[in-house]
């Protein structure tokens, strides 16, 4: 081999080298970030002293005395999510001045690739009024943590395994019902803004249903009528540059 050839080969031996040590590097920083974050929320979720049970309501007193001390540790904190039999079980934030701070920040205020779900700042949720349709926001990790279980709402055997989702929030909770989920492609279809279908009248209303439905991979056989509380989950989806993923419930009679 003459010098010029094994001077490049030489070359490229150290370039692939350094590709591959980086390439690894920011690997094990990825898997060291996911574990401290996995324990993060799982130190979360013990304060927030969640009952066994997802079917049964949970009254204002109830709920603010469970959720005392994450709100004690974040004013922002206000409810939790959760999908029985799945990782979703998370805080919900809610920061209407800085509409997606914790997008890229943790419960601390840190920041974080992984965010903590949050609701949507045009939303309302006090204890006087809440809007018709509470829409929370939440990262689909690569690692399928946070709310990337939603995708796979396209797939039947997950709706007949996860038809419910539980919100409890510092002014109660019950179960929430899935009536549709499906795929969008935000940038391709600006005019269906579902994310902004938040305080409704009836026309409004019976039209995001309808839509929604149209839309849906999962066939429920659930019609929200007028009157009936939405929440609806959105993540990222990764078919398209500007794919979400929405899955949308109402709250069950009784909760």
């Known amino acids: 081999m003459n010098r010029p050839i094994r001077a490049l080969y030489t070359a490229a031996l150290v370039f ?5 040590l980086l390439s690894g590097g920011l690997l094990l920083r990825r898997l060291w970030q996911d574990r401290r974050t996995g324990l993060e929320f799982a130190e979360l979720e013990q304060l927030a002293a969640l009952p066994d049970t997802q079917a049964a309501a949970a009254q204002p007193d109830e709920t603010a005395a469970r959720f005392a001390a994450l709100r004690a540790r974040n004013p922002d904190f206000i409810g939790w999510i959760r999908i029985q039999g799945t990782n979703l079980s998370f805080p919900v ?12 920040h943790d419960f601390e205020g840190e920041y974080s690739d992984s965010g903590v779900p949050y609701l949507e700042a045009g ?9 018709e349709n509470l829409v929370i926001y939440g990262h689909n990790m690569k690692t399928g943590t946070i709310f990337g279980c939603l995708t796979d709402y396209k797939y039947p055997e997950t709706y007949r395994k996860h038809p419910a989702v539980r919100l409890d929030t510092l002014y109660g909770g019950g179960e929430y019902e899935v009536f549709a989920a499906f795929a969008i492609d935000v940038a391709a279809e600006p005019d269906f803004a579902y994310n902004t279908c938040i305080d409704l009248d009836e026309a409004a209303f019976n039209a995001f249903v309808g839509e929604v439905k149209r839309r849906s991979d999962v066939d429920s056989g659930i019609t929200p009528q007028y009157g009936d509380e939405l929440l609806t989950l959105s993540t990222c989806e990764y078919s398209t540059a500007n794919g979400r993923y929405v899955v949308c419930a109402r709250r069950a009679s009784g909760t």
Do not use: G, I, K, Q
């Open 93 to 104: 934030m809610y920061s209407p001045d800085d509409p997606d701070f914790y997008l890229r």
């Open 123 to 131: 939303c309302t949720l006090t204890a006087e009024r809440r809007s």
């Open 16 to 20: 692939f080298a350094a590709v591959f």
